[in-house]
Every structure is written in structure tokens, then in C-alpha cells.
Nanobody, 119 residues
């Protein structure tokens, strides 16, 4: 497993932007698929976006397509989530997660960072 630490959350007005970062400790970061999940108050945690170990493929939940962009820098052991055109419904705690490539389950999680979008 890797240790993950998110940063970059905060309070932003609707229509604004934030960039989340997730720094991974340990070796072989490029052996891991990475993802962002979020959990709004009173809701279940949901998948937001994922990127493969090589960065060659990414995916998004429908509600964020065209607004969010996931990327990774394997030299810096970091994955990013650029969030544009934020909406109040994007308000949630955002979690970074990792899984070894070719695995199914994400088994390493960060502590989360709060994103609040005001209307």
C-alpha cells in the first residue's frame, strides 16, 4: 500500500475552480491506478474520476464530465483533480485512492479534503 495525502480543498463560489492534489509516499507510484472519490454529507461515497497507472486512460462520473480533469505526475508521485465550473452539488469531502494496477479494489485511501461550493 501507499500513503496518500490530499490538499487543495476549500471554499469557492459557484462557477469557480479548485485544484486538488494527492501526494503518495513510498515507491512504485507508477504501479498504481489512482482515483478521486467524494462523499457529501448524508450520502454514500461515490467515484468521481480515475486514471490508470500509466496515465493513458481516465474516466469520470457523468456529473463532472467536461468540468473536471484528472492527471498525474509520476515523477512527483502526485495525482491532481482540476475542478472547473464548480456547482453547489459538488460540495463534499474528496478522497484520493489507489489500487495496484490490474487490481479491482482501491485499498489505499487518504484522509480527505473538504470542498465547499457556495451559491
Amino acid at each position: 500500500q501507499v500513503q496518500l495525502a490530499e490538499s487543495g480543498g476549500g471554499l469557492v463560489q459557484a462557477g469557480g475552480s479548485l485544484r486538488l492534489s494527492c501526494a503518495a509516499s513510498g515507491r512504485a507510484f507508477n504501479m498504481y491506478d489512482m482515483a478521486w472519490f467524494r462523499q457529501a454529507s448524508g450520502e454514500e461515497r461515490e467515484f468521481v474520476s480515475g486514471i490508470t497507472w500509466s496515465g493513458g486512460s481516465s474516466s469520470y462520473v457523468a456529473s463532472v464530465k467536461g468540468r473536471f480533469t484528472i492527471s498525474r505526475d509520476n515523477a512527483k508521485n502526485t495525482v491532481y483533480l482540476q475542478m472547473n465550473s464548480l456547482k453547489p452539488e459538488d460540495t463534499a469531502v474528496y478522497y484520493c485512492a489507489a489500487r495496484r494496477r490490474y487490481s479491482v479494489e482501491y485499498d489505499s485511501w487518504g484522509q480527505g479534503t473538504q470542498v465547499t461550493v457556495s451559491s
